[in-house]
């Protein structure tokens, strides 16, 4: 019903920068907070940035001052600006979107199925 799909992973340098993109397609009647989530090997999945419909953003405090986080609601897209990377930060990143699913008007939480950022030092 409901589709995310992100890309923009690569492997980059320390210091370096990447773009992240999710587009969401399907049965959306509305979408509501959407997010960027990472998991690194061996570690549990965290939150990364989060933005509401509104453009009210949450960061996570070891990513604040070097990435962005936007979104279009008119496209249905998010966008994550990942500047100053750091070897901490190689993990796959995963969209996320509160969608009120048109039809049925029941709200699920959707995830894309994940990019990965590599960063090396």
């Known amino acids: 019903q409901v589709q995310l799909v992100e890309s923009g992973g690569d492997l980059a340098q320390a210091g370096g920068s990447l773009r992240l993109s999710c587009a969401a397609s399907g049965r959306i009647l509305s979408i509501n907070t959407m997010g960027w989530y990472r998991q690194a090997s061996g570690k549990q999945r965290e939150l990364v940035a989060e933005i509401s419909r509104g453009g009210n953003t949450n960061l996570a405090d070891s990513v604040k001052g070097r990435f962005t986080i936007s979104r279009d609601n008119a496209k249905k897209t998010m966008a994550l600006q990942m500047n100053n990377l750091k070897p901490e930060d190689t993990a796959v990143y995963y969209c996320?979107?509160?969608?009120?699913?048109?039809?049925?008007?029941?709200?699920?939480?959707?995830w894309g199925q994940g990019t990965q950022v590599t960063v090396s030092s």
């Open positions: 996320s979107a509160d969608v009120v699913v048109a039809s049925s008007w029941n709200r699920n939480k959707y």
